[in-house]
Nanobody, 120 residues
Framework: QVQLVESGGGLVQAGGSLRLSCAGS????????MGWFRQAPGREREKVAE?????????YYVDSVKGRFTISRDNDKNTVYLQMNSLKPEDTAVYYC????????????WGQGTQVTVSS
């Protein structure tokens, strides 16, 4: 089992920044791929960013956040981050942290979510 707890959400004006954190516990954190997802009201959940167990440049970003968001991980602290810059109102959503084995394609472990609201 992996337990995930997100923090860092809040209300910010358009153009501002937020950093989300996701603290993991349980099984070996460094062996998991980690992802950030978001879900806005009335919309499907989408994967925003992903960082693979090997870290470094092994990352993925959805096109709408490329150049604005950065995912990173600190395996010593069992934490993954999402730095969000140049925020837009359309970034408003509940953001979820998730983890999966590097041998599978399905995210099995989820945090409770943190609300991000960007005002215009």
């Amino acid at each position: 089992q992996v337990q995930l707890v997100e923090s860092g959400g809040g209300l910010v004006q358009a153009g501002g920044s937020l950093r989300l954190s996701c603290a993991g516990s349980g099984r070996t954190f460094s062996s998991f791929d980690m992802g950030w997802f978001r879900q806005a009201p009335g919309r499907e959940r989408e994967k925003v960013a992903e960082i693979y167990w090997s870290g470094g440049t092994s990352t993925y970003y959805v096109d709408s956040v490329k150049g604005r968001f950065t995912i990173s991980r600190d395996n010593d602290k069992n934490t993954v981050y999402l730095q969000m810059n140049s925020l837009k109102p359309e970034d408003t959503a509940v953001y979820y942290c998730a983890a999966k084995s590097r041998y599978t394609s399905t995210y099995d472990y989820w945090g409770q979510g943190t609300q991000v609201t960007v005002s215009s």
